[in-house]
């Protein structure tokens, strides 16, 4: 679908940034000049439509707040499994998040050596004491945060061939859905993309791809 292509291209980021670009290209949202988007009252189309419109009706919303909402939302949580299923995207081996954690380990490990040589010197160590203790909260946090997702290499394959094919190509040469509008271009080159040049700038750039 149109959302899990742009799940693979930038995250959550991007799948919200593609909806808000067909819900605003189909007067659904309205953007002002500041950025903040107001909903119009016109029908939305499917539960993430539904959602992002909810957001706007409580209080006027920016793209970037509307990241944030949605960023843990259970539509997310959706999108990544239907990826996964698809062997697009696969969650983290406890292998890699070894790795990912190896610098803070190295630093914790020279960090005791340093205190246990410091306390044999006789030598202040309060201020060495405080880092480690920061540090080793900083490993614990790390670890007990949920295995991210990953993109696998069909998957990284899959966004290229894509890009390379372009938004009016790609259904025809891949197996995917039509990238169609605004939100074809978003998916693959991001807000900057929107074909309304003010609007565009309005609504502001693509954030950076998160951790899925």
Same mark, same amino acid.
């Given at each position: ?87 697009? !995207?696969?969650? =983290?081996?406890?292998?890699?998040? #070894? *790795?990912?954690? $190896?610098? %803070?380990?190295? @630093? ?10 410091? !306390?044999?010197? =006789?030598?202040?160590?309060?201020? #060495? *004491?405080?880092? $480690?203790? %920061?540090?080793? @909260? ?19 394959? #899959? ?54």
């Amino acid at each position: 679908s149109v959302e899990e292509l742009a799940f693979l291209t930038g995250g959550m980021n991007r799948v919200v940034d593609a909806t808000v670009a067909r819900l605003v290209e189909t007067g659904v949202l309205r953007v002002q000049r500041e950025g903040t988007l107001q909903y119009t009252g016109a029908p939305v189309r499917t539960a993430l439509d539904g959602e992002i419109v909810g957001a706007v009706q409580r209080q006027p919303q920016t793209v970037p707040q509307i990241r944030r909402v949605m960023r843990q939302h259970e539509l997310a949580e959706d999108i990544r499994r239907a990826l996964e299923d698809r062997g697009l !995207l696969h969650r =983290e081996t406890f292998g890699q998040k #070894l *790795i990912i954690q $190896l610098p %803070v380990m190295l @630093l914790l490990g020279v960090g005791v050596a340093r205190l246990i040589n410091g !306390l044999k010197l =006789e030598r202040p160590v309060a201020f #060495l *004491i405080a880092l $480690l203790f %920061v540090t080793t @909260l900083f490993f614990l946090f790390r670890w007990k945060m949920p295995r991210r997702f990953i993109t696998t290499r069909s998957g990284l394959q #899959l966004v290229d061939r894509v890009r390379k094919a372009g938004p009016s190509q790609a259904h025809r040469l891949l197996p995917v859905a039509a990238l169609t509008g605004a939100a074809g271009l978003v998916v693959i080159g991001g807000l900057e993309a929107f074909p309304d040049e003010e609007l565009a700038m309005a609504l502001g750039p693509s954030a950076p791809m998160y951790s899925a």
